[in-house]
């Protein structure tokens, strides 16, 4: 731990990145994924679960916080940490994506966006300044700038726009955010799917000398190759001494090619969505525990996981849990996947700083590519 936010990058192999931030509440070891706390809570999970599965960090979401329980509220409160019982670092999304994925309820222009309430209709307006002051009310210890998120495909000029614009929030932000000792505020590339705009986003918040720069605007409409494209666009660009955070990714295979191209941090919802929906992630690749062929099956999901989700329920009871709707079934589940994750990203690390990534990325590759174990 330390006073001051710190990067240090430990190894290289290949584009691979082996490093860490260091906090005042916490170590970060990256490459790193971060569960998706959006309002105070990674769904179906203690906190404490979360923690024991390896996570040295979880988000929270500025445009969910300030609608419930509000951010002032938060603040007297003593803040998101207290609250919610968590005592190492949170990341705190500035709302750029609501600004794309509630585009029916917001307004948007160049002072900010207008929200129309999702929960009760009411309304809100959120400058960049008003992101980065919320953020502090929550007391986040990486605060994201405020950002325009577009989904793809869209129109060269829409993208370009919305680019530019989130430049001049990125200033805006900076000013906003200021010193803050042992805390960091991120920019986020934008640009869509054109590399010309992606470059001239990376170098335009570069010159802000930020303490970490995220890729946005990704996994949300285009495939896989377009997202690893515009990494390799946009990486080279970024300073090689500052953390790289790939927002909003992705699947176990999204994440393995995007730290061959040297990003350090991930989220996603995916491992809890996907468990309250009957879907498991396992050293096999995917398991859909809704299926019948589980419903006799009395062996674990995985009987070599360290994770008890997976190694000391049976798959018959899971398949019963899910099919019942039952409560118990996505918390299960959710608690094996993000232990996968966890697992996953452990390994990663390891494997960088034996100089063996890409043994063991093929490794990771071969095991999905054999499937589940064979039906009783």
């Given at each position: 731990?330390?006073?001051?936010?710190?990067?240090?990058?430990?190894?290289?192999?290949?584009?691979?990145?082996?490093?860490?931030?260091?906090?005042?509440?916490?170590?970060?070891?990256?490459?790193?994924?971060?569960?998706?706390?959006?309002?105070?809570?990674?769904?179906?999970?203690?906190?404490?679960?979360?923690?024991?599965?390896?996570?040295?960090?979880?988000?929270?979401?500025?445009?969910?916080?300030?609608?419930?329980?509000?951010?002032?509220?938060?603040?007297?409160?003593?803040?998101?940490?207290?609250?919610?019982?968590?005592?190492?670092?949170?990341?705190?999304?500035?709302?750029?994506?609501?600004?794309?994925?509630?585009?029916?309820?917001?307004?948007?222009?160049?002072?900010?966006?207008?929200?129309?309430?999702?929960?009760?209709?009411?309304?809100?307006?959120?400058?960049?300044?008003?992101?980065?002051?919320?953020?502090?009310?929550?007391?986040?210890?990486?605060?994201m700038q405020l950002?325009?998120?577009?989904?793809?495909?869209?129109?060269?000029?829409?993208?370009?726009?919305?680019?530019?614009?989130?430049?001049?929030?990125?200033?805006?932000?900076?000013?906003?955010?200021?010193?803050?000792?042992?805390?960091?505020?991120?920019?986020?590339?934008?640009?869509?799917?054109?590399?010309?705009?992606?470059?001239r986003s990376a170098?335009?918040?570069?010159?802000?000398?930020?303490?970490?720069?995220?890729?946005?605007?990704?996994?949300?409409?285009?495939?896989?190759?377009?997202?690893?494209?515009?990494?390799?666009?946009?990486?080279?660009?970024?300073?090689?001494?500052?953390?790289?955070?790939?927002?909003?990714?992705?699947?176990?295979?999204?994440?393995l090619k995007s730290?061959?191209?040297?990003?350090?941090?991930?989220?996603?919802?995916?491992?809890?969505?996907?468990?309250?929906?009957?879907?498991?992630?396992?050293?096999?690749?995917?398991?859909?525990?809704?299926?019948?062929?589980?419903?006799?099956?009395?062996?674990?999901?995985?009987?070599?996981?360290?994770?008890?989700?997976?190694?000391?329920?049976?798959?018959?009871?899971?398949?019963?849990?899910?099919?019942?709707?039952?409560?118990?079934?996505?918390?299960?589940?959710?608690?094996?996947?993000?232990?996968?994750?966890?697992?996953?990203?452990?390994?990663?690390?390891?494997?960088?700083?034996?100089?063996?990534?890409?043994?063991?990325?093929?490794?990771?590759?071969?095991?999905?590519?054999?499937?589940?174990?064979?039906?009783?």
């Open positions: 731990m330390t006073e001051n936010f710190k990067f240090t990058l430990k190894a290289t192999n290949g584009g691979a990145r082996l490093g860490e931030v260091s906090m005042p509440r916490g170590t970060i070891r990256t490459p790193a994924f971060m569960p998706v706390g959006t309002v105070g809570t990674v769904k179906a999970m203690y906190l404490d679960q979360v923690k024991d599965t390896g996570a040295d960090i979880i988000l929270g979401n500025t445009y969910h916080l300030m609608l419930r329980p509000g951010a002032e509220r938060v603040a007297r409160l003593g803040g998101l940490h207290k609250l919610i019982r968590w005592d190492g670092p949170i990341l705190t999304d500035s709302g750029g994506f609501q600004v794309m994925s509630l585009s029916g309820l917001r307004k948007l222009d160049e002072q900010g966006v207008t929200f129309k309430s999702h929960v009760d209709g009411s309304l809100h307006h959120m400058s960049p300044e008003r992101s980065i002051e919320i953020q502090g009310l929550l007391g986040s210890d990486i605060q950002d325009e998120c577009v989904a793809l495909p869209a129109e060269p000029k829409e993208i370009e726009r919305a680019m530019e614009m989130s430049l001049r929030w990125a200033e805006r932000c900076r000013v906003a955010f200021g010193e803050q000792a042992g805390k960091a505020m991120f920019g986020i590339v934008q640009g869509g799917d054109i590399p010309a705009l992606r470059i170098e335009g918040l570069k010159q802000l000398d930020l303490k970490g720069y995220a890729v946005g605007g990704l996994a949300v409409g285009e495939p896989q190759d377009v997202m690893l494209s515009m990494l390799e666009t946009t990486l080279p660009v970024l300073p090689t001494e500052k953390p790289r955070y790939l927002m909003g990714v992705g699947t176990p295979d999204d994440i730290v061959a191209r040297g990003i350090d941090m991930f989220d996603c919802v995916m491992p809890t969505r996907s468990g309250r929906h009957g879907l498991a992630f396992t050293r096999r690749g995917r398991v859909n525990i809704r299926n019948a062929r589980h419903a006799e099956d009395m062996r674990p999901l995985d009987e070599e996981s360290s994770c008890p989700a997976a190694r000391d329920y049976s798959r018959a009871y899971l398949h019963h849990l899910v099919r019942s709707d039952e409560a118990l079934g996505g918390m299960l589940l959710s608690w094996n996947n993000l232990h996968y994750y966890q697992d996953l990203m452990k390994g990663i690390r390891q494997s960088i700083a034996e100089g063996r990534f890409e043994d063991f990325y093929a490794e990771a590759q071969e095991s999905w590519a054999k499937g589940d174990i064979d039906k009783l």
